[in-house]
């Protein structure tokens, strides 16, 4: 069974983005961090410079386990306090808007596979499931409550500290864009089965085929229509009136993905796996692509 993330750095991210700065009220860092994941690193640098995590925006989560590289903003503040154990801030200018995921290319990746007896053939097409990172292990449970309207569910699965029974208002204890994580969880775990179903039917689609991302302002097709019907939910459902900030309209995804400049170089002696091998791959996703996908897929 092949092996990635042995050690933070067999799995190495850089934020690829073409932002230029320019004089505004947004200072943008880039997070670089070793077996720490973003939200963590963000929590650490707000409490230690006395700000709301409010004012922090980034455009994805980085992988944990991993030696990662992202841009990030603060709103209408500087940092005094910018390194950390296994975490570091580096300045890198101003914008006149918030970091987003708008001003992200995509991601470059060295990964180190190991625990290997021979090299597959390696295919730059995948389907571009969303990752296991995406649903953790309850994340897109609490994205089905709040959907749901579930709110006491919601709070304990987050283990919040909740008074008088008021569940919406610890849930909005939390930061919006944490609300919406896990709403954005339960809509990847919705997509992922409705393109298992599709790709059925349908196993050699061309690569620019999409599915929808079911929200409120989702046209539904019947694969998708099948798993919210399994689920008990409506994509009106998606619209949240008690919290309105994490409702959520819907997008679409294509089905594959690609991975750009691939470099697959011989095997090599695995060190830390005595008598099998390894391999560094080098290759680009476009954002919102899955690494860890390419690579189950591959090896899997």
């Known amino acids: 069974m092949y092996v990635i993330k042995q050690v933070p750095e067999d799995f190495v991210v850089e934020e690829v983005s073409e932002v230029e700065f320019v004089p505004g009220n947004f200072f943008c860092y880039w997070l670089k961090k070793r077996d720490f994941n973003t939200l963590s690193a963000l929590q650490l640098a707000a409490r230690a410079n006395s700000l ?10 980085k992988d944990k386990k991993a030696v ?12 005094h306090k910018v390194e950390f154990d296994g975490v ?3 300045f890198a200018g101003t914008l006149d808007r918030p970091v987003s ?10 990964i180190v596979v190991r625990n290997l007896e021979e090299l597959p053939v390696i295919k730059e097409n995948f389907v571009n499931f969303f990752g296991e990172q995406r649903f953790s292990d309850n994340n897109a449970r609490i994205g089905r409550a709040l959907v749901k309207k579930n709110f ?22 939390l930061p919006k864009k944490v609300l919406l994580f896990y709403v954005h969880a339960f809509q990847s ?3 992922n089965n409705a393109v298992r179903l599709f790709l059925v039917e349908h196993p050699d689609v061309s690569f620019d085929v999409e599915l929808p991302v079911v929200g ?9 229509k099948k798993v919210l019907e399994a689920e008990g939910v409506s994509p009106r459902d998606f619209i949240v009136k008690q919290i309105p900030d994490i409702s959520s309209e819907g997008s679409s995804r294509r089905v594959w993905a690609k991975a750009e400049d691939l470099v697959v170089p011989e095997l090599e002696d695995d060190e830390l796996n005595p008598g099998m091998k390894k391999v560094l791959l080098e290759f680009f996703l476009s954002k919102g692509s899955y690494a860890t996908e390419f690579i189950r897929q591959n090896f899997g």
């Open 216 to 224: 409120f302002g989702s046209v539904v097709d019947k694969f998708s």
């Open 152 to 173: 006491r569910e919601a709070v304990r699965l987050l283990n919040l500290p909740c008074k008088d029974n008021n569940f919406v208002s610890a849930l909005r204890s």
């Open 88 to 90: 570091e801030f580096v």
């Open 68 to 79: 990662t590289k992202q841009l990030i903003s603060v709103k209408g503040h500087s940092l």
């Open 101 to 110: 995921l708008g001003l992200l290319d995509g991601n470059g990746f060295r």
């Open 52 to 61: 709301p995590l409010s004012l922090f925006s980034w455009a994805g989560n």
């Open 189 to 191: 775990l919705i997509w």
